[in-house]
C-alpha cells in the first residue's frame, strides 16, 4: 500500500488503515499522530496500542512510569516504541512539535507494558559501501 501525502500530515490523528475498516487488509490500526508543543494526547483504549518516535521530544507517561524520549531523525537515529496493554492509560507530551506512528489492535491477552529505548534495539545497515556511501 502506497500513501502519498506532499504536504505532510495534519496536526492530530491521521489515519492510514483501520483495523475494521479502510484498509482493513493491514489487519491493525495506523496512522501518524502530529501532536503540537505544549499539547497533550490521552488514550485509555480497550486496545493493545504502541506509539514510536518518529521526530520530536515527548513525555510518555504510563502506569505512574514515565520516559522522555527525543529522535531528531527516523533515518539517522534507532527508534524508541512505547508498547502498552488494553486498558493502560497512556498521555504523551508534546515537548516540541512531534510525529509519532501509532499501531493498534484487538488483543484481550495481557502483558507487561514496555518501553524500547534506543539501547534496546538492534539496527542493521544494509548495502553499506555499495553506493560509495
Same mark, same amino acid.
Do not use: C, M, N
Given at each position: 500500500m502506497i500513501i502519498k501525502n506532499e504536504d505532510g500530515f495534519a496536526e492530530g490523528y491521521t489515519s492510514i488503515s483501520e483495523q475494521h475498516g479502510k484498509n482493513s487488509k493491514m489487519l491493525f490500526d495506523f496512522g501518524i499522530l502530529k501532536i503540537r508543543k505544549g499539547n497533550?494526547? =490521552?488514550?485509555?483504549? !480497550?486496545?493493545?496500542?504502541? %506509539?514510536? =518516535?518518529?521526530?520530536? !521530544?515527548?513525555?510518555?507517561? %504510563?502506569?505512574?512510569?514515565?520516559?522522555?524520549a527525543e529522535r531528531n531523525s527516523c533515518f539517522d537515529e534507532s527508534p524508541i516504541v512505547l508498547h502498552v496493554s488494553k486498558d493502560v492509560k497512556v498521555r504523551i507530551t508534546a515537548l516540541v512539535e512531534s510525529e509519532l506512528c501509532v499501531q493498534k489492535v484487538d488483543n484481550e491477552n495481557s502483558f507487561v507494558s514496555k518501553l524500547y529505548d534506543k539501547e534496546d534495539i538492534r539496527s542493521d545497515i544494509f548495502g553499506s559501501g555499495t553506493l560509495n556511501e
Open positions: 497533550t494526547e =490521552l488514550s485509555s483504549e !480497550r486496545r493493545e496500542r504502541a %506509539w514510536l =518516535l518518529i521526530e520530536g !521530544r515527548v513525555l510518555f507517561e %504510563w502506569e505512574e512510569k514515565s520516559f522522555i
